[in-house]
Structures are given as structure tokens and as C-alpha cells.
């Protein structure tokens, strides 16, 4: 079964603190994507990466930076955490044969409260 | 740039009724097109995909849709609503990540919550 873990599902932080949000895919996949999503906004990507060590902008990645040392594990980090990043993050994969029409599978999401 | 627009953002419907969540899509290329579901606490998994060929798709749990590209649609359908249905459903649309690249992301709806009522 293919799987998507990330791996805190709730977080409280402060404003100002560094925070991590790590995602792990077993399924060898090289695309991965960090959405955030929000109530009447859907999904919006924050960063994506096309295989280990890259990565592309999405539509809001201020406030935000990845890293992809490893090809099953994809990290989002907020370096300064502020409170109009609480939110709902979620992490998926893609298997890049699958092109514009692969499915993503996603994680269950984190939630982050920042206070 | 494509982008996708769901029309209700709230949806009520009673067990046993038609199911229709509407999606209407931008696209300046022949669109790849995607409905998927998220249950609560849970995070979207895939309810179908129309990317060529017949117009009329079908996806798990008894949905299909169907693209009409003269309407710019793809409107999700069930005939008979149930109450494990009860969930968000997003539309979204296949994009260039940037212009003149080659890689894609899914660009997603706002969203419509289902509720399916006794």
C-alpha cells in the first residue's frame, strides 16, 4: 500500500521559532509537493521538487524553504514562523513517468498553529 | 494560466439523491482534469482523472464525470448519494509550474463540502 507520512500531525509554535515539517514517501517517487490549505482558499503550492536536491518555486513560497537531501524524504521550513502561517500543510508524491497526468498521493497533513 | 472554479462552496444533500458538484475549468491547452475527495482529518486521494480519449469518466464509489469542452466543464455526479460520501471534494486542473518549463502541479478549487443528510 502506498504511503505518505508526515510526521507530526499537530503543532503548536511560537511566533519567531524555526519550525520543520518533514514528509517521507515509500514509493520511490521523484516528484514531491508541499500545498498549504486553507478554508474557502483549497490547496495552494508552497514548493515543489522534481528529484533529490531540486526543487521550484510554487504560488507562495515566501516564508518558506525545502530541502530534498534524500529522494523519499521532503522537509518544509518556516525560518521564522509567523501567525498568518497557521494553516493546514500537506505533502505529496508523484511518480515522474506518470507526467501531467500522474496522481498525487498525499499525507494526512500537519497542522500548525502558530501563537 | 489554467486555472478552476467550483461553484458552492457547500453542497447538502439528502441519502439516495443526485449528487452534482460542479467544476468549471480555464485552460489555454487541452486540459488534464482531476476530481479529488478528502475525508475528514484525512489527507485528498484521487476519485478520477480525465486526461484523453471518452469524455464520460468513472471513478471509484460510484462517481464519474464528464468533460464538456464546449461548456469549459467537468461536473462530478452520483446518483445516489450515501452518508460515508460526506466529505470536501476539490476539482483541479493539470498546469506548467512555470512558464516555458516542464514541469506540472495540480492547480486546485476552492473546495465544495458535501453533506449528506438521513
Sequence with gaps: D???TQSSRYLVKRTGE???????????????????????????????????????????????SVSREKKERFSLILESA?????????????????????????????????? | AQSVTQLGS???????????????YSSSVP????????????????LLKYTTGATLVKGINGFEAEFKKSETSFH???????????AEYFCAVS?????GGSNYKL????GTLLTVNP
Design chain 2, 107 to 110: 492547480t486546485f478549487g476552492k
Design chain 1, 18 to 64: 524555526k519550525v520543520f515539517l518533514e514528509c517521507v514517501q515509500d514509493m520511490d517517487h521523484e516528484n514531491m509537493f508541499w500545498y498549504r490549505q486553507d478554508p474557502g482558499l483549497g490547496l495552494r503550492l508552497i514548493y515543489f521538487s522534481y528529484d533529490v536536491k531540486m526543487k521550484e518555486k510554487g504560488d507562495i513560497p515566501e516564508g518558506y
Design chain 2, 10 to 24: 457547500h453542497v447538502s444533500v439528502s441519502e439516495g439523491a443526485l449528487v452534482l458538484l460542479r467544476c468549471n
Design chain 2, 31 to 46: 486540459p488534464y482534469l482531476f476530481w479529488y475527495v478528502q475525508y475528514p482529518n484525512q489527507g485528498l486521494q484521487l
Design chain 1, 2 to 4: 502506498v504511503k505518505v
Design chain 1, 82 to 115: 509567523s501567525t498568518n502561517q497557521t494553516s493546514m500543510y500537506l505533502c505529496a508524491s508523484r511518480a515522474a513517468a506518470g507526467g501531467t497526468t500522474g496522481e498525487l498521493f498525499f499525507g494526512e497533513g500537519s497542522r500548525l498553529t502558530v501563537l
Design chain 2, 76 to 86: 462530478l455526479t452520483k446518483p445516489s448519494a450515501h452518508m460515508s460520501d460526506a
Design chain 2, 95 to 99: 498546469s506548467p509550474l512555470n512558464s
